[in-house]
């Protein structure tokens, strides 16, 4: 007699329905991030990893942790599952006792897609600042907004965060420095969020222990621009590193058998760096295809993002949206941020612009000419539903 087992699990793969390679053509088609699926290659490399458990240390991420110190320029580094939960192990290893506060640009992830995380693991007030210049903040800024006084009034200052890329944009190396000089003055640790600072390395040439020099620490993203599955990984001094792991501990964020995890993140280090002077280029083309039909530009495509306003082709984000996802061959884009990725297709860009053209013919406005405007940076994020990346 044959007894079925109940803790049995239909395989996942083209014999349970699933078309893995239609699930590509998806992702290739999506103006979102961190949608991007590991190659075939990535998982013949990181099968080979080893099998230990994080926790008690593991040898393929130990590997890739002494790695990616030396890459960045740091003592220590440690892998973490999140870019959230690098950026707030970075906080709370900076911040010892309230009251304090973080000083931070208004639009950066710690503020706006952490969900509150500063307040909530380590009692600290955030300080937002709208740059003054809508691109990125500068030391005017911060020495304006930063709280230095012992009056019991305030929350005195003890971090300045800054992100780089900030919706894309790249944040001027030599404003960093003057930043960081004066927060070093004042005995103010500086955190750096470079989820995507693998864009600005290669977009500016710049390495990265250069541009991560002026840091205390640093948040980098594995899955943001490299197209691994998870991880990110946190860097800075032997004893903030030390601090931050007893802490991911706390938050139970201890790993147990990464390696394979570990294994994908160092493939993409390994192989698809290279891969975005071409993305760079590609949400250029898009960028100009939008100017060209007459679309608003609202952030030019710095390195793999564009934010663009429809309405001067007499068209609306949800309307492109539902028409897109309509095409034959889907396309997902929502809202003001399209965002090129290493999976994205030439084709897609293409085809979205064609789209764009054959909507506006329906309307009668072909050959609409863009004027100039005034962006203001800070307030551009328009989205057709709620998405975090």
Known sequence: MTHNNPFEVARIDVNAGIDIEAMRSVISRSFTYTITAPTDEMYAYAIHSSLGDDVYEEASTKILEAHMATLFGKEAAIFVASGTMSNQLALRAHLFQPPHSILCDVRSHIHCYEAGGAAYHSQATVIPVIPSNSHHLTLDDVKKYIVTETDIHFSTTKVVALENT????????????????????????????????????????????????????????????????????????????????????????????????????????????????????????????????????????????????????????????????????????????????????????????????????????????????????????????????
């Open 166 to 389: 900030l919706n894309g944009t790249i944040f001027p190396q030599d404003e960093i420095i003057k930043i960081a000089e004066y927060c070093k003055s004042i005995d103010v640790r500086m955190h750096l969020d470079g989820a995507r600072i693998w864009h600005v390395a290669a977009e500016t040439g710049i390495p990265l222990d250069i541009l991560c020099s002026p840091f205390d620490s640093i948040s980098c993203c594995f899955s943001k621009g490299l197209g691994a599955p998870v991880g990110s990984c946190l860097l800075g001094s032997k004893a903030l590193i030390a601090r931050a792991r007893g802490l991911r501990k706390l938050f139970g964020g201890g790993m147990r058998q990464i390696g394979f995890l570990a294994g994908c993140a160092a493939f993409a280090l390994s192989n698809h760096f290279k891969l975005l002077p071409d993305v760079h280029d590609l949400a250029r083309k898009l960028e100009q295809g939008l100017r060209n039909l007459g679309a608003q530009i609202l952030v030019p495509a710095e390195t793999c993002m564009v934010f663009y306003d429809p309405k001067p082709l007499g068209l609306d984000y949800l309307e492109i949206s539902e028409r897109a996802a309509a095409l034959p061959l889907p396309i997902k884009a929502g809202g003001s941020r399209l965002v090129v990725h290493i999976q994205t297709s030439t084709q897609t860009v293409d085809d979205f612009l064609d789209l764009l053209k054959t909507m506006m013919a329906e309307k009668g406005i072909l050959g609409v000419t863009n004027g100039h405007r005034e962006v203001d940076y800070t307030n551009i994020y328009v989205r057709v539903k709620k998405t975090e990346d």
